[in-house]
Each structure stands twice: as structure tokens, then as C-alpha cells.
């Protein structure tokens, strides 16, 4: 019988580690482009974040203090999973609080509080690819993006404006990095987009189950997709938070009865709770 | 009042110990044992190493019980297990010709060197339900015989003496080793790596492009040349000795199809190869695997291409059901933020579809409009 499996500090093996910064490196010299990386295997399933926790178990040191969050939310069930994986594995200490955070990890939303140096926000993305949907084949659209043959995603987005009057994209939507490769900037909705633009803070982007890791480095010029006469906007909620009464932040929709009873809440718990924590009410 | 939407630590610690506590199911029921896993399950045992790719009946019996028999989950657990295993090198590549076979047959030649051997199979018994298994089952001894010391060749080989069946590539030896899981699959993909990658492909997804070949849809003609089973031996090379250490053996499946090719105005007529090698027992991915292996090399060898089955980014893309069912079942993860945003959108276009559609005060609606 095998001995009881043991396992390194923050799960993964130095040597994959070491592979998995050298893809960090690179993305981090050419952003918006996607690194192939030999993307491992992890004790949680693909698609669940595997991307993002090979990404943050690579670069995590037992001095940084973690933060991980889904749909915004530190108490979501997943982002509960991957704390206790970095707890367990790396004894890290973790916190909710966005401003004592060195790395953040994520699944579709940047935090309401700005970034600032030093910190490191890292994205769990499921599709990279932001021409897959136009085009299938990897190989096809390795070839369009190094020949910057973007015409495919234009016209996408003006066929939604012909039809729709705008652009019925409103996450996962689509920029442009340092004005040369266009980026999927994960599933986050594009309420989120201008918040990517000019960060102070490293983003790296990690998909596991489609091996491949990107980055913007701080102060990386990034601008949503748009034309002159239809400017990119952002998603604007007519009302506020129903427990701190924030506004311009990105609301949760709560249905509350069977009667139409709706309420909405800040989809950032830890934004949330540090204005009530001070005081604020709606 | 809304009180919480959201998990939280103590639900997902309950709601595995329930998992933990339905695993077990009725108490009054003997445990079953790791080993008894090993033994009785082997097939199942064996489809777990496979796909994954690791040889240790233990730890596959151990993650079968653990993953309370779903397989794909055992073989998920088995994966996220191999991949911290430090990687001292390469093994030498097994030699199958020199297989202990346990079984071994032929579709092609009635008799042959080696002979045909039927060894442990579902093949010919009838699939009536056995009632005497319900109960404790007393296996009759076996026939036994001395291992045959004539030597079993490969069928292929024997049609290579010939020239009818296209030669294999002589590998380098001095190449290095694809090798999937340290390196991203890039496409186009060389032979090497995806049959790596069919070898640790799903079962079910490999025998539906199989079948489908066998359908039409990416048609190559196979013939099952020879199916062997049996132990192989496993040797490795120490840095430090410079000579192979024998390491042990594996039970191993190999399947050798033999296909059509008309020839072309380079190269004279003769059978063409598809492969399948996979840990254990297990004939029916073996086989699936020649098949598949054989229509993914439709474009090199000049035939016409379009079937799925052919088309190496949609096979090697979406055969690992680790990968398969973590995007699938990710579905369960909340999207709130994402559905929010649809929800917005919707709202927005059913009130513009609404708005361009109310009739002007004095409008009066067109009846062929009506009509329509």
C-alpha cells in the first residue's frame, strides 16, 4: 500500500510552479496575449477555478494575506472552497477585507474598492479565447489574433447594433490591451470592464482546463470594444443598495416573495459591510 | 425578509459529512473493502488507472470506494493525486511483443503463430442475469496449462514481412518524450501526443467516434488485426547506473487495427495502422482507441476529412472527461452578476421591442400585418 500522500506548500510542486511563472513572466511582458501553460491537474474540478488556483498557489508566499471571491462575495461557496484549499495547504492568512489583501482571487467581479500597487488580482477564467465563440479552432484564432485580423469581432459587434440598437454583450466583453491583442476579460460583467483600465494593481488571468494564462501588468491601457457613434457603456442600476445604500456599484437582485417582491443588494459583500460598518444606511 | 443567498462554511461542511454518511450507506451492511474493490472490481479498477493515467490498483480501488463508485469521479481524484507526484523521468518503452499474454486473438488470420488465445471474457457467454451471484459464489478452478514458450509476434509484424502493412515510424531514440501532461497540447497535434492523450481519453466518448467511423461518418475499413492482454515488464534508467533496472510489471491492452488504403501515386497499396494501448484490461477502450487513432490520421495519409471523428481539435479538445465534466458541472457555481446583467439587457430589449411596437394615437393597425 502507498504511504499517505503528502503535498507541498500551496499544493503544487516547485518545478510546476517555476513553469507556471515563466507563463506568468511572459504573459506579464506581452499583455492581452495567451501563454499556453501545462496546466495540471487540481483537487477541484475544471471549470471550477483551477486556472486562477494554480495561478495564486504559484505566486503565494507565506507572508501574503488572501482574498478570494465569487460573484464578489467572500461567503459564496466556492470562494469559501479555494480560501480553505490556500488555508490548508499554505497556511496563509486570509482576510474578506479588499485593502489588507496581496492577492485576490476571483470569479466574475473586480472589487467596488480601487486597487492599488502591490496588490495582485488574480481571475479564474473558463474560456480565454474571446474569439472562440466566432471561431471555434484554436488554431484559426491563434493565426487572426497574431495577424491582429480582428475584422470577425467587429462585425459581431455591429451585427448586435443593427439588430439590437446597441450591444447585447454585457459581460465577458470584449478589450483591447495596450491597443494590439483583444482579451476576454473573464466572465465579469462589463459593469466591471473600465475598472481593468490604468490599474494600479498586476491582473493575471489563469484558465486551467484550456492551459492557458495571461496577464496586464499595472497601468496597462485597457479599452472596452466600441465604435465612434455607439461609445462602450457602462451598466448603470437606477437604485441602491437596500443595506448601505451605495451606489454606482455593481447590485445583487434578490427576490424576496413570490409576489414580484425584489430587492437589491451590493454584489461586493466586503464593500458592503465596510459603509455599514461605518455607519451608512440606505 | 431576505436573510442569506449566499453558502456558507458550515453548509458545505454539513453537506459533506451527509455525502460522507450516504457512502457508507446502511450500516448494517458490511463495509466494503479497498481490496475487495481491487479483486472484484477489477475492470473497473483497471478503467480508473487508465484514465487516470496512473498504474496502482490500490490507490484506483481506494478512489472508487471514495467516489462511492461514480468513475469519472474516481479517476478525478486519482489525476489530482499523479500530478504532485514528482517526475524522475521516462521508463523505457515497453516491449508488448515480449507480452505474457493472457489472452490474445485474431480477426484476421483463423490461426497463427502464437495462437488464438480466449482468456478471461465476456465475449460468447450469454448475458442472462446469474442468480447464484446473489449469494456468496464458489468460482470453479480454472484450466491450467504451462506458459507457452513459443514466441507471440505481432500480426502486423507478420503482415510486414510481406510489405502489405505500412512500416511504423522509427523513432528517434535521442527525441525527447511528448508528454501531455507537462506540456500544453498545441495543434496541429503529432501522433505521439495524441494517442497520450486518447490513451487517457473517456471510455464512452472514444466508443461513440468509433462507432461513428464505423458508420460512415469518417469510414476506415478496420479489420482487428490482434487484441492482446497480458503483463508486460517496465524497466527505467537510472542517471547514475546508465542501464535499464527492471521497475515491474503492468497489465497492459493493446490493440492493433488493421485498415484499408488504396495507395496512392507515391506509395504502393498496403494496410494501414491504428493503435490502442491502455493500462489493464480493457477491450472495449483499446479498440475504440485504434479506431479513433486511425481517423485522426485521415489528413496524412490523404483521404478525405470532415468527419468528427477526423477532426483532431474537436477529439483531443473534448476527450478527457476530468476536463469534461469540471465545465459541465460548473454550471452549479453561482453566476448571479453574469445573470444580472442578462437580466438587465432583457429587461431593456423587451421594453424597446414593446415601445416600437405601440401604435401611434392615431394609428389604425394595417390588417395584412394582422394576417401575417
Redesign the interface.
Known sequence: MTAAPAYNFAYLDEQTKRMIRRAILKAIAIPGYQVPFASREMPMPYGWGTGGVQVTASIIGAGDVLKVIDQGADDTTNAVSIRKFFEKTAGVKTTTRTAEATIIQTRHRIPEAPLSEGQTLVFQVPIPEPLRFLEPRETETRRMHALEDYGLMHVKLYEDIARHGHISTTYAYPVKVEGRYIMDPSPTPKFDNPKMDMCPALQLFGAGREQRIYALPPYTRVVSLDFEDHPFERTRFDTLCAFCGATGVYLDEVVTDDKGGRLFVCSDTDHCEERRGAGVTP | ??VA?????A??DAAHKLMAHERRGDPAVPELSTDQIREQLTLAVNRVMCEGSLY?P??AALAIKQARGDLIEAI?LL??????L??FGYAQPVETADMQVRRRISATFKDLPGGQVLGPTFDYTHRLLDPALMDKSVAAEPERAAAEAEPVPHVTALLGQEGLIEANASPDPAAAVGDI????????AERDLRLQALARGDEGFLLALGYSTQRGFGRTHPFAGEIRMGEVAVSFIPEELGFAVPLGRVTLTECEMVNQFLGSEAAAPQFTRGYGLVFGHSERKAMSMALVDRALRASELGEETGAPAQDQ?FVL?HADN??A??????LK??????F??????LRQ?RA?WDAARQPAADDTPAPMEAAE
Open positions: 425578509m431576505y443567498v449566499k453558502g456558507g462554511e453548509a458545505i496502482d490500490d490507490l478525478f489525476r489530482a493525486y499523479r500530478t504532485t514528482p517526475r501532461t507537462r506540456d500544453p497540447l498545441a495543434f496541429p481539435e479538445s476530468v476536463q465534466t469540471g465545465f459541465v458541472e460548473h457555481l453561482p453566476h448571479y452578476v453574469d444580472q446583467a442578462e437580466l438587465g439587457l430589449l424597446e
